[in-house]
């Protein structure tokens, strides 16, 4: 599978946020593909690439049913002719959630774990054997190679245009590599998806100490923690959507529009910033909610 980056794009949203002085555009890597989300396909590049020169024939990783990392590595692990291995977290279900079926169909085997023995994120014993030929992902991608990949979504046009730009946050991995991408240039703000104490040391660890400083992390907008909802946000990315056609998901994106559009519309951008928003794809999870609850 070849995933062309002409299908990214910035969308402009001058118009709506221009009374409050600041110019807002969202980079759209969600547009690479449908399953396999932007962000994880940029942090996986580099990985493989390590796979590769190490001569590992499989890479193994960890997620749950609805993992974004646990389908784009499939897909990834296919088209560079790597085999791959997800452990799943929980015992296997009667039916397979639709991340699962495509994560299956990119060719990974699927290992399913009690969640006890998943939250030690160890190498189940019985598959001990398979080490020696495989490269283990953490989970997320988390680790310099993520970083390196997600440094190139720097690169791509009009990224360096911005005064600043916000990401969405779970390992940290995607904010290390603008951070590193854009030099220190530009004013990196990351949204929590989590609530993690020890993510800003996680990303410190990710960067080289001059650019340690060269990010901020805005709390408030975990909505309770990963994976959680409520009706606000929910309505909230569903007026987004009316107002300015994106689609966002639950975990990751709709959380990070929602902080993106208060900070914007409460000072939190200097008058004549140019902010860029970085969409990274994750849509494929919507597919978990029940029909109807999103416009689109
Ligand atoms: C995984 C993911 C993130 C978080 O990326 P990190 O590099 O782990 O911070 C953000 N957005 C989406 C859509 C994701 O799937």
Redesign the pocket.
């Known amino acids: 599978m070849v995933i062309p980056l002409s299908h990214t794009r910035t969308d402009s949203l001058k118009k709506l946020y221009q009374p409050f002085g600041v110019e807002l555009s969202v980079l759209r890597l969600d547009l690479l593909h449908p399953v396999v989300?932007?962000?994880?396909w940029f942090?996986l590049g580099p990985w493989l690439a390590e796979a590769i020169a190490h001569e590992k024939h499989t890479v193994i990783t960890f997620g749950g049913a609805w993992s974004?990392?646990l389908v784009a590595t499939a897909a990834a692990c296919r088209s560079a002719g790597l085999g791959s291995i997800g452990i799943v977290r929980g015992e296997e279900p009667p039916v397979l959630s639709p991340t699962l079926v495509d994560a299956r169909q990119f060719g990974m085997q699927l290992v399913f774990v009690p969640r006890n023995v998943y939250a030690t994120k160890e190498i189940p014993s019985s598959m001990m054997h398979l080490l020696p030929n495989s490269l283990v992902i953490g989970e997320?991608?988390?680790g310099a190679p993520?970083r390196d990949g997600?440094a190139q979504i720097a690169s791509l046009p009009h990224v360096h245009e911005h005064t600043h730009s916000v990401v969405?946050?779970?390992?940290?991995?995607?904010?290390a590599g603008l951070v590193c991408g854009t030099g220190g240039h530009q004013s990196v703000t990351g949204i929590p998806v989590v609530n993690d104490d020890g993510l800003p040391d996680a990303i410190r660890s990710l960067l080289p100490p001059a650019l340690h400083d060269r990010f901020r992390l805005q709390a408030g907008f975990s909505f309770g923690g990963y994976a959680k909802k409520t009706g606000e946000l929910v309505r909230f990315m569903n007026d987004w959507f009316r107002s300015t056609g994106i689609p966002s998901?639950l975990?990751?994106?709709g959380k990070l529009f929602f902080a993106a559009d208060s900070l914007a519309r409460n000072g939190f951008f200097p008058a004549g910033s140019r902010v860029l928003v970085i969409h990274?794809?994750?849509l494929q999870g919507n597919r978990s909610l029940p029909a109807g609850t999103l416009n689109f």
């Open positions: 989300s932007g962000n994880k942090k974004n990392h997320g991608g988390y993520g997600a969405a946050v779970g390992t940290g991995t995607t904010l998901d975990v990751y994106t990274s794809g994750g």
